[in-house]
């Protein structure tokens, strides 16, 4: 995942309200992508300019208006004057380390989150990137820092006018761009989990220093996943509670499922960041009970060799008068000490079960 600043310094000293890309450098062409539907006429299509994006603010049908990469900031700023942000909403829409939050500007609500997923060639490599939803009275707006998201079975369903969303107004394409956003956070979840079972299995079989790089990268994602989660409680708990009329009862009542969604995951990022916190002791413990083990064997090698190296060191002594030195059993007899003072300790040890 992305480090927490992101560049967040190059706003040091600016005004309030001054428009600057704080993110990843990006050198691709924006995408904008406008889907106008109601319950019987559906139109879907890519735009060059920003301008062809004005008409659909008054349309009496619902406007989904989506924009790939926020980098160039006139487009920020042409789409945000004509639809009537506020200058703080689209410096919050560019910068990209913003924290989940609700904001009710009574012509429009804006809410921001993060939206998660695996990378097509790793399943362990979580990215992340942040969406901006504007919802005015017939329209949403969303700005992704990318081109890519989880909003494909979304459209599918808006094309094919599946279950009631063509039925609905904005406020419900908004609620259901939020509950895909919150959905995939499930596969997540998921994912990490059977990454944490293996840990636990490689763990007890044969802890390495590999595991506990796996332990604290897999500490560093959860610290991100509850940075990314947890706010997200308020807004939608915000939104379920907001008093203004771009919410609808018949949406709000959808809200209550995705809110309860958000807290199965922030109830398993909890529930995972514990795991860890329990297997990183276990894997201490089992290098330390691994070297207590090393150290018990050397330390019974070495007293089993004390008394034999004495009897070594004391015939290794060149007196002359030493009355085994002309004894014809001498040798052997020196021997069989040895040898029987070897399987006497290694008798007690193994009586001991220090063995």
Not at 38 to 59: G, M, S, T, W
Not at 84 to 95: A, F, K, Q
Not at 300 to 311: D, E, Q
């Amino acid at each position: 995942m992305k480090a927490f600043g992101n560049r967040a310094s190059k706003k040091a000293g600016l005004a309030p309200g001054t428009l600057v890309h704080v993110g990843e450098e990006r050198t691709e062409k924006p995408k904008i992508t406008i889907i106008d539907y109601d319950r019987d006429n559906y139109q879907e299509h890519v735009v060059e300019n920003v301008e062809e994006c004005f008409p659909f603010k008054d349309y009496p049908t619902v406007s989904w208006i989506n924009l790939d990469g926020i980098h160039q900031v006139d487009i920020i700023e042409k789409l945000g004057k004509h639809f009537g942000l506020h200058p703080l909403v689209m410096e919050d829409i560019l910068h990209t380390s913003q924290r989940p939050k609700m904001e009710d500007y009574d012509s429009y609500i804006y809410i921001v989150l993060k939206m998660l997923w695996f990378a097509d060639d790793d399943d362990k490599n979580v990215q992340a990137e942040q969406v901006s939803i504007i919802l005015g009275n017939n329209f949403v707006l969303s700005f992704q820092e990318i081109e890519g998201d989880t909003f494909n079975f979304l459209r599918e369903r808006l094309r094919n006018a599946k279950g009631r969303i063509r039925l609905m107004g904005a406020d419900y394409l908004a609620y259901a761009l939020l509950d895909s956003i919150v959905d995939n956070y499930f596969i997540i979840i998921e994912r990490f989990g059977e990454i944490i079972e293996d840990l636990e299995d490689k763990l007890i079989e044969n802890p390495s220093p590999e595991t506990l790089q796996s332990i604290h990268d897999l500490k560093k994602e959860m610290i991100y996943l509850r940075k990314s989660v947890w706010p997200l409680r308020e807004v939608i708990n915000g939104l379920e509670r907001t008093e203004s009329p771009l919410f609808k009862d018949t949406t709000s009542v959808f809200l209550k499922d995705v809110y309860d969604h958000t807290i199965q995951v922030a109830e398993a990022v909890e529930t995972y960041r514990d795991i860890l916190s329990g297997i990183l002791d276990v894997y201490l413990s089992s290098i330390s009970n691994k070297m207590n083990e090393i150290m018990k064997m050397l330390t019974i090698i070495a007293t089993i060799f004390i008394p034999l190296t004495f009897v070594a060191g004391m015939y290794g002594m060149n007196f002359t008068y030493m009355p085994e030195l002309d004894w014809k059993w001498g040798y052997p007899a020196v021997w069989f000490v040895n040898i029987l003072i070897f399987l006497s300790m290694y008798t007690y040890f193994r009586k001991k079960k220090w063995l």
